[in-house]
């Protein structure tokens, strides 16, 4: 997918109200900004507890302008399945059913759901804000946390586990559209939204979100560290369309540049991989070489 | 006055701004914008707008120039990293309020 | 209260139909004015071809004991090779009713105190038109004749009821043919 | 119209006739056949309703709590195991004040596994803040039901119609069925407290603070605590829109018991049994073999569990010399619960009556009259012991 939109024809109206509780710096509050704007004001969302809960307020103020439920922390597709079925039996048409979910909510305890809804083909989108921890509970690892990680839960060795890919998991359900984007990226992430918001189906949608007390890096380089996690190759922007996998925006350009920067670059950036050995590190390029050779090979 | 005249019976929060209160408080350093380097301000066009596109506390305008709303901002500086022509400057706050006590 | 239910046990194998022909006879029962009709089928999973019993407790007013029959007044066998498998018999209370579609012939059913009623359903079914081992609407007539509770007539309607989209004039007729042809043993 | 069918059935007639709208469900046994008649109502055209065949019943309950939010009616059924996998759900949804209507076909639970009936499954769910109805028969399941929506959507309570599994969900009995015209005059369309709108966006049961917050109109607005009080307050005020709407309901339709408990031959009674759900009625049948005997026994039947109506309770109890309660749960290391609530209900009285407890039909254990008359029998004089906890007796028990 081309990137359509521009800075200049973004709308401008924002629904999300400013003196949020979200930290400062936060990758989370740049990527549901504007995913609000893509969504639209016709929007339910569904949230389960996470830092999205925190960011969109304590009763009786709201951050967002957008309808909302909360919902408990395994249940975010049922919920949004029922929301669509009352929708239906009472007439109420074109309003858009999202599921706003962070990646223990969706990676771990929310998957059963999730899949579910997706088998079933429930007609939302679900969107997973990847920040790859529990960090609204204190940075506890996930299924997402990357391998070698530090979490409050892996304190000495880091996470000694590769994550786990759940764009991948979603498209093996053949649902309608499998989008990543990154809140470094704002333009395509609002592209994919848009994209997702106009087709049938289930759909999903994978936003990387970079939180700069989870991961250890100063607030300012929130968009600076998502951008690497995207030229190093670690994480890539792509879209899978009826089966079809396409890489898109920033990572459909390394195509054309046929080079990445050195995962270390990333890495380096982050006091959670201060633990990370050499040799990880080392067989982590590895493993990216070989994910990109397969992504060269496929262009030619 | 009691809660029962709010007449709700479950938690509905209404959108409004500052829940988290006036978060302009969090700040240690305060973004700056030098209108002289700024692309919107120097040429007086709708262009760039880095600044706001990665705000994550919707506290900068898409105006010309555009504007920082510092009784939200909380000094991230995420626009002062991501300007293309560094006309965003992080200043210690302290200095502001010493010059507001003043 | 009672002493004024009749207790009928429904003795099949899963798939067979013994609830269906139970549920029939529950229908006609209230029909003809027996305000209290409960019927209990065997609690739990059921398994294609493994016994299955089920209870109808028919009285004229009321019934508020639910629990499952033990000594039933009469019971209904749709297949002979289960008296063999269970002790149904044993059950039965003294001067109560054995029904049972078999092939064999009625004097070889005595028990003391027991009134044996016999008729080959299996056959009279295939005659009237139904698939093999369809009996459980044929086994109603042998109920009716054996019991004289219920009018004949009235039961052959509530089959036409309950198989409306099955053959309900081939399973109303295996019910009055077996009413006519089924021999009952009075015993001793 | 009087039909004769299962329990499931008279309560998959009852919700249809109630027109719920969204209906999610998982199969357990033995709820599944009540599920199954409805997804086959929806499909045939009988019935215009969503059904969402979840992968689990937290989402059944997800389903129903969000549907509810959206304006929609919305049901569920659940057993056993099923409804101990919504517990976190239970409490999300009266909590929410949502008016969701389940149906739970009571089981016991595991371990070790059984599909009998006892009702450990329900009881162990009281305190979630849920109303709990249970059950004699079959036309008081689809009585019930109905009743069931009018009650949640009148107090923004949810309402739990329990009856006991395979006794009344798989036996089949007469009853009537009543018209839809009848019903519609009873049970207005449901309209939501708090609705999803995009128009008037909220951020519905959001994080709340442990003390009062000022809203945008300068209002103040609850802190939890208050939430949790007027959950408690609208649920024993809800005894009294429960007897109103059993009124109504006897009005329209010319049958319905007592809304809390039910009296049976107590007028006179020396020692009154008490049981919830079929074993109440089966009750019945021990008292008056016993009065046959000579001794004056009579019935009550609980209906209304949560709240419990201890005034009701207290005044039908009290006037005779023992009572002997009956019970399918336990309140492990204590006693059974409804005695543990209905000796709490006694206790203000200056002279209370003497109270004996068993345990009975667990998982599914056949419960026989003879039984029943044997316990009352020899429950006629205080119990020894020190309390109703030490002398607390199982039925049928061959240990």
Same mark, same amino acid.
Not at chain 1, 102 to 121: H, K, N, V
């Given at each position: 997918?081309?990137?359509?939109?521009?800075?200049?024809?973004?709308?401008?109206?924002?629904?999300?109200?400013?003196?949020?509780?979200?930290?400062?710096?936060?990758?989370?509050?740049?990527?549901?900004?504007?995913?609000?704007?893509?969504?639209?004001?016709?929007?339910?969302?569904?949230?389960?507890?996470?830092?999205?809960?925190?960011?969109?307020?304590?009763?009786?103020?709201?951050?967002?302008?957008?309808?909302?439920?909360?919902?408990?922390?395994?249940?975010?597709?049922?919920?949004?399945?029922?929301?669509?079925?009352?929708?239906?039996?009472?007439?109420?048409?074109?309003?858009?059913?999202?599921?706003?979910?962070?990646?223990?909510?969706?990676?771990?305890?929310?998957?059963?759901?999730?899949?579910?809804?997706?088998?079933?083909?429930?007609?939302?989108?679900?969107?997973?804000?990847?920040?790859?921890?529990?960090?609204?509970?204190?940075?506890?690892?996930?299924?997402?946390?990357?391998?070698?990680?530090?979490?409050?839960?892996?304190?000495?060795?880091?996470?000694?586990?590769?994550?786990?890919?759940?764009?991948?998991?979603?498209?093996?359900?053949?649902?309608?559209?499998?989008?990543?984007?990154?809140?470094?990226?704002?333009?395509?992430?609002?592209?994919?939204?848009?994209?997702?918001?106009?087709?049938?189906?289930?759909?999903?949608?994978?936003?990387?979100?970079?939180?700069?007390?989870?991961?250890?890096?100063?607030?300012?380089?929130?968009?600076?560290?998502?951008?690497?996690?995207?030229?190093?190759?670690?994480?890539?922007?792509?879209?899978?369309?009826?089966?079809?996998?396409?890489?898109?925006?920033?990572?459909?350009?390394?195509?054309?540049?046929?080079?990445?920067?050195?995962?270390?670059?990333?890495?380096?950036?982050?006091?959670?991989?201060?633990?990370?050995?050499?040799?990880?590190?080392?067989?982590?390029?590895?493993?990216?070489?070989?994910?990109?050779?397969?992504?060269?090979?496929?262009?030619? | 006055?009691?809660?029962?005249?709010?007449?709700?019976?479950?938690?509905?929060?209404?959108?409004?701004?500052?829940?988290?209160?006036?978060?302009?408080?969090?700040?240690?350093?305060?973004?700056?914008?030098?209108?002289?380097?700024?692309?919107?301000?120097?040429?007086?066009?709708?262009?760039?707008?880095?600044?706001?596109?990665?705000?994550?506390?919707?506290?900068?305008?898409?105006?010309?120039?555009?504007?920082?709303?510092?009784?939200?901002?909380?000094?991230?500086?995420?626009?002062?990293?991501?300007?293309?022509?560094?006309?965003?400057?992080?200043?210690?706050?302290?200095?502001?309020?010493?010059?507001?006590?003043? | 209260?009672?002493?004024?239910?009749?207790?009928?046990?429904?003795?099949?194998?899963?798939?067979?139909?013994?609830?269906?022909?139970?549920?029939?006879?529950?229908?006609?029962?209230?029909?003809?004015?027996?305000?209290?009709?409960?019927?209990?089928?065997?609690?739990?999973?059921?398994?294609?071809?493994?016994?299955?019993?089920?209870?109808?407790?028919?009285?004229?007013?009321?019934?508020?004991?639910?629990?499952?029959?033990?000594?039933?007044?009469?019971?209904?066998?749709?297949?002979?090779?289960?008296?063999?498998?269970?002790?149904?018999?044993?059950?039965?209370?003294?001067?109560?009713?054995?029904?049972?579609?078999?092939?064999?012939?009625?004097?070889?059913?005595?028990?003391?105190?027991?009134?044996?009623?016999?008729?080959?359903?299996?056959?009279?079914?295939?005659?009237?038109?139904?698939?093999?081992?369809?009996?459980?609407?044929?086994?109603?007539?042998?109920?009716?004749?054996?019991?004289?509770?219920?009018?004949?007539?009235?039961?052959?309607?509530?089959?036409?009821?309950?198989?409306?989209?099955?053959?309900?004039?081939?399973?109303?007729?295996?019910?009055?043919?077996?009413?006519?042809?089924?021999?009952?043993?009075?015993?001793? | 119209?009087?039909?004769?069918?299962?329990?499931?059935?008279?309560?998959?007639?009852?919700?249809?006739?109630?027109?719920?709208?969204?209906?999610?469900?998982?199969?357990?046994?033995?709820?599944?056949?009540?599920?199954?008649?409805?997804?086959?109502?929806?499909?045939?055209?009988?019935?215009?309703?969503?059904?969402?065949?979840?992968?689990?019943?937290?989402?059944?309950?997800?389903?129903?709590?969000?549907?509810?939010?959206?304006?929609?009616?919305?049901?569920?059924?659940?057993?056993?195991?099923?409804?101990?996998?919504?517990?976190?759900?239970?409490?999300?949804?009266?909590?929410?004040?949502?008016?969701?209507?389940?149906?739970?076909?009571?089981?016991?639970?595991?371990?070790?596994?059984?599909?009998?009936?006892?009702?450990?499954?329900?009881?162990?769910?009281?305190?979630?803040?849920?109303?709990?109805?249970?059950?004699?028969?079959?036309?008081?399941?689809?009585?019930?039901?109905?009743?069931?929506?009018?009650?949640?959507?009148?107090?923004?309570?949810?309402?739990?119609?329990?009856?006991?599994?395979?006794?009344?969900?798989?036996?089949?009995?007469?009853?009537?069925?009543?018209?839809?015209?009848?019903?519609?005059?009873?049970?207005?369309?449901?309209?939501?407290?708090?609705?999803?709108?995009?128009?008037? %966006?909220?951020?519905?049961? @959001?994080?709340? /603070?442990?003390?009062?917050?000022?809203? *945008?109109?300068? +209002?103040? $607005?609850?802190? #939890?605590?208050?939430?949790?009080?007027?959950?408690?307050?609208?649920?024993?005020?809800?005894?009294?829109?429960?007897?109103?709407?059993?009124?109504?309901?006897?009005?329209?339709?010319?049958?319905?018991?007592?809304?809390?408990?039910?009296?049976?031959?107590?007028?006179?009674?020396?020692?009154?049994?008490?049981?919830?759900?079929?074993?109440?009625?089966?009750?019945?049948?021990?008292?008056?073999?016993?009065?046959?005997?000579?001794?004056?026994?009579?019935?009550?039947?609980?209906?209304?569990?949560?709240?419990? %109506?201890?005034?009701?309770? @207290?005044?039908? /109890?009290?006037?005779?010399?023992?009572? *002997?309660?009956? +019970?399918? $749960?336990?309140? #492990?290391?204590?006693?059974?619960?409804?005695?543990?609530?209905?000796?709490?209900?006694?206790?203000?009285?200056?002279?209370?009556?003497?109270?004996?407890?068993?345990?009975?039909?667990?998982?599914?254990?056949?419960?026989?009259?003879?039984?029943?008359?044997?316990?009352?029998?020899?429950?006629?004089?205080?119990?020894?012991?020190?309390?109703?906890?030490?002398?607390?007796?199982?039925?049928?028990?061959?240990?």
């Amino acid at each position: 997918m081309d990137v359509k939109t521009t800075i200049l024809n973004l709308p401008e109206e924002e629904f999300v109200n400013p003196g949020t509780r979200a930290c400062s710096g936060c990758g989370l509050g740049i990527a549901y900004r504007i995913a609000l704007k893509a969504l639209g004001k016709n929007t339910i969302l569904v949230v389960p507890p996470s830092c999205l809960t925190v960011l969109q307020g304590l009763y009786p103020i709201a951050s967002t302008k957008l309808a909302c439920i909360n919902v408990t922390f395994a249940s975010t597709a049922a919920a949004a399945s029922g929301i669509l079925a009352a929708l239906d039996v009472l007439g109420k048409k074109d309003i858009t059913v999202v599921g706003f979910a962070g990646d223990g909510g969706t990676s771990d305890i929310g998957l059963q759901a999730l899949s579910g809804a997706a088998e079933r083909g429930e007609n939302f989108i679900y969107i997973c804000y990847d920040n790859e921890g529990y960090m609204n509970t204190g940075v506890q690892r996930s299924g997402t946390t990357p391998e070698g990680a530090f979490t409050t839960n892996t304190p000495i060795f880091g996470k000694t586990q590769p994550q786990k890919n759940v764009p991948a998991i979603m498209a093996a359900h053949n649902i309608q559209y499998v989008a990543t984007c990154s809140s470094a990226y704002p333009l395509d992430l609002y592209d994919k939204i848009k994209k997702a918001k106009e087709l049938q189906g289930t759909k999903y949608i994978h936003i990387h979100t970079p939180c700069p007390p989870g991961w250890g890096f100063d607030p300012k380089d929130t968009v600076r560290v998502g951008k690497l996690a995207v030229e190093t190759g670690i994480f890539d922007l792509y879209e899978i369309e009826c089966g079809g996998f396409r890489l898109t925006g920033a990572s459909a350009k390394l195509i054309e540049k046929r080079k990445l920067r050195p995962a270390s670059e990333y890495f380096r950036a982050q006091s959670r991989f201060k633990i990370m050995s050499d040799g990880l590190i080392k067989k982590i390029q590895e493993q990216i070489d070989a994910r990109w050779e397969a992504h060269f090979e496929a262009e030619d | 006055m009691g809660t029962r005249e709010c007449n709700q019976i479950t938690s509905a929060g209404e959108p409004g701004p500052g829940d988290g209160g006036k978060t302009g408080s969090w700040r240690v350093l305060r973004p700056v914008i030098d209108p002289s380097i700024c692309i919107p301000a120097r040429k007086n066009i709708a262009a760039c707008f880095i600044c706001w596109l990665y705000c994550p506390d919707c506290t900068i305008t898409r105006t010309i120039p555009p504007t920082i709303d510092y009784e939200y901002c909380k000094g991230c500086g995420i626009c002062a990293e991501e300007c293309p022509t560094k006309a965003i400057t992080m200043v210690e706050e302290s200095g502001f309020i010493s010059e507001e006590n003043k | 209260m009672e002493k004024d239910i009749i207790n009928i046990s429904w003795h099949g194998r899963g798939g067979q139909g013994a609830i269906t022909a139970a549920k029939i006879v529950a229908t006609a029962s209230f029909q003809t004015g027996y305000t209290g009709v409960v019927m209990v089928p065997t609690f739990g999973t059921e398994r294609r071809g493994a016994p299955v019993m089920t209870s109808l407790k028919i009285s004229k007013e009321k019934i508020y004991d639910l629990s499952p029959i033990e000594n039933p007044d009469i019971a209904v066998v749709l297949d002979y090779l289960l008296l063999d498998e269970i002790n149904i018999v044993e059950g039965l209370k003294q001067g109560g009713i054995l029904v049972v579609n078999t092939p064999k012939p009625s004097d070889s059913y005595t028990y003391n105190g027991i009134r044996v009623a016999t008729a080959d359903i299996t056959a009279i079914a295939d005659e009237s038109g139904l698939a093999y081992g369809m009996v459980n609407s044929g086994i109603i007539g042998a109920f009716a004749k054996a019991s004289s509770l219920i009018d004949i007539d009235v039961l052959a309607n509530a089959i036409r009821e309950e198989f409306k989209d099955r053959k309900p004039e081939e399973n109303a007729r295996a019910a009055l043919v077996t009413y006519e042809r089924t021999i009952i043993n009075y015993g001793d | 119209m009087h039909t004769i069918e299962s329990g499931n059935t008279a309560a998959a007639l009852g919700v249809k006739l109630a027109r719920a709208q969204v209906i999610a469900a998982y199969p357990i046994t033995p709820q599944t056949p009540l599920t199954e008649k409805l997804s086959e109502f929806i499909e045939s055209g009988q019935m215009k309703a969503a059904y969402i065949p979840v992968e689990s019943e937290h989402s059944a309950l997800a389903v129903c709590i969000a549907a509810s939010t959206a304006g929609a009616r919305a049901f569920t059924a659940t057993s056993a195991n099923g409804l101990l996998y919504m517990h976190e759900q239970l409490h999300w949804a009266a909590g929410a004040r949502l008016p969701i209507v389940m149906c739970v076909v009571n089981r016991g639970v595991g371990a070790p596994w059984t599909v009998w009936n006892d009702q450990q499954d329900s009881i162990s769910q009281r305190d979630t803040g849920w109303i709990q109805i249970y059950i004699n028969d079959h036309q008081e399941i689809i009585d019930t039901t109905i009743k069931a929506f009018r009650i949640a959507e009148e107090v923004n309570i949810p309402v739990m119609v329990c009856y006991d599994g395979y006794i009344l969900s798989h036996t089949y009995m007469p009853f009537d069925v009543p018209d839809q015209k009848s019903v519609d005059r009873f049970l207005p369309p449901y309209k939501p407290e708090n609705c999803l709108d995009p128009n008037a %966006p909220t951020n519905l049961n @959001s994080v709340t /603070l442990p003390d009062v917050r000022t809203n *945008i109109r300068g +209002e103040l $607005a609850h802190g #939890y605590m208050e939430l949790r009080y007027l959950l408690q307050e609208d649920l024993r005020k809800s005894i009294d829109v429960i007897t109103t709407i059993e009124q109504d309901y006897k009005k329209i339709f010319n049958r319905g018991e007592g809304a809390c408990l039910e009296e049976y031959r107590c007028e006179d009674a020396s020692f009154i049994a008490v049981g919830m759900g079929s074993l109440a009625f089966h009750l019945r049948v021990a008292a008056d073999a016993l009065r046959k005997e000579g001794i004056k026994v009579g019935v009550v039947g609980i209906r209304l569990y949560r709240p419990f %109506p201890d005034e009701a309770v @207290s005044f039908a /109890l009290s006037k005779a010399d023992g009572v *002997i309660v009956f +019970e399918k $749960a336990i309140s #492990y290391g204590y006693m059974g619960p409804l005695c543990s609530d209905i000796t709490s209900a006694l206790y203000k009285d200056a002279n209370p009556p003497f109270v004996h407890n068993y345990i009975l039909g667990i998982g599914g254990r056949t419960i026989k009259t003879d039984a029943l008359i044997d316990a009352i029998r020899n429950s006629c004089s205080r119990p020894e012991g020190s309390d109703t906890a030490d002398s607390l007796r199982w039925i049928g028990l061959k240990i």
